[in-house]
C-alpha cells in the first residue's frame, strides 16, 4: 500500500524567510502525489499536484514543491514565509495509484512568526 | 470549500442517540468521500462512494453508516455503536479515477460533532 511521512510535527519560521514542509513517500509504482493546507476549523483547501512531468510543481498562494524520485521525497516550498501561511499543512498520495481513495500524512503544523 | 456543503458547522449528540451529518456537491462529481480527523492525526477514510447506489467502507466504517441515493448527496450517520465520535468530520468529492490519476478531491467546511 502507498503510504506518506511527515517527519515534522511543527514548523517554526520568521515571516519573510523561506519554509520548507518535508514530505516523503513509499508506492510502488509511479507516485500521484498532493499538497493540501487546512485553516482552523476548516475543510482542507487543494495546493498542488504532482503526477508527471517537471520536478517543480508550482501551485496556489505561491507554494512550490519539488519532486525527488531518489530521494522519494515531495517537500513543500516557499521563498518568503507570510504570517497567514500559519496553518495546518497536509501531505497525500493515490493508493493506489489509478485508485479513487488518498492517504494522508499526519500533517505539519507551520507557525509563520511576525 | 466552494462547491461542497456541509450540515451542520457544529452537532451535539446524546448517549446512545443516531445523528445524521449531511454533505451536498454541486460540482457534478460522481466520487464522494467521509473522512474523520482527530487532534493531532491526520484523515482516516470512513466510507467512500464512486457511484450513485453503491459505497464502500474505509478503514474506520464501524459504528457509522452511509447512502447514496443521489448524486449530489452523501449523508452520514453516526449511530450509536461509535463509542468515541467526538471528532471534525470531513467530506470530499472527486471525478472519477482514470489512468491519468491526476484528480483531486475536494473538501467541505467540515463537521464538529461533540457528545453531551
Known amino acids: 500500500a502507498q503510504s506518506v511521512a511527515q517527519p515534522e510535527d511543527q514548523v517554526n519560521v520568521a515571516e519573510g524567510n523561506p519554509l520548507t514542509v518535508k514530505c516523503t513517500y513509499s508506492v510502488s509504482g509511479n507516485p500521484y502525489l498532493f499538497w493540501y493546507v487546512q485553516y482552523p476549523n476548516r475543510g482542507l483547501q487543494f495546493l498542488l499536484k504532482?503526477?508527471?512531468?517537471?520536478?517543480l510543481v508550482k501551485g496556489s498562494y505561491g507554494f512550490e514543491a519539488e519532486f525527488n524520485k531518489s530521494q522519494t521525497s515531495f517537500h513543500l516550498k516557499k521563498p518568503s514565509a507570510l504570517v497567514s501561511d500559519s496553518a495546518l499543512y497536509f501531505c497525500a498520495v493515490r493508493d493506489p495509484p489509478y485508485g479513487q481513495n488518498f492517504v494522508f500524512g499526519p500533517g505539519t503544523r507551520l507557525s509563520v512568526l511576525p | 470549500d466552494g462547491g461542497i456543503t456541509q450540515s451542520p458547522k457544529y452537532l451535539f449528540r446524546k448517549e446512545g442517540q443516531n445523528v445524521t451529518l449531511s454533505c451536498e456537491q454541486n460540482l457534478n462529481h460522481d466520487a464522494m468521500y467521509w473522512y474523520r480527523q482527530d487532534p493531532g492525526q491526520g484523515l482516516r477514510l470512513i466510507y467512500y462512494s464512486q457511484i450513485v447506489n453503491d459505497f464502500q467502507k474505509g478503514d474506520i466504517a464501524e459504528g457509522y453508516s452511509v447512502s447514496r441515493e443521489k448524486k449530489e448527496s452523501f449523508p452520514l450517520t453516526v449511530t450509536s455503536a461509535q463509542k468515541n465520535p467526538t471528532a471534525f468530520y470531513l467530506c470530499?468529492?472527486?471525478?472519477?479515477?482514470?489512468?491519468?490519476?491526476?484528480?483531486?478531491?475536494?473538501f467541505g467546511p467540515g463537521t464538529r460533532l461533540l457528545v453531551l
Open positions: 504532482y503526477i508527471t512531468g517537471d520536478n
Open positions: 470530499a468529492s472527486s471525478i472519477r479515477a482514470t489512468r491519468n490519476g491526476g484528480e483531486t478531491q475536494y
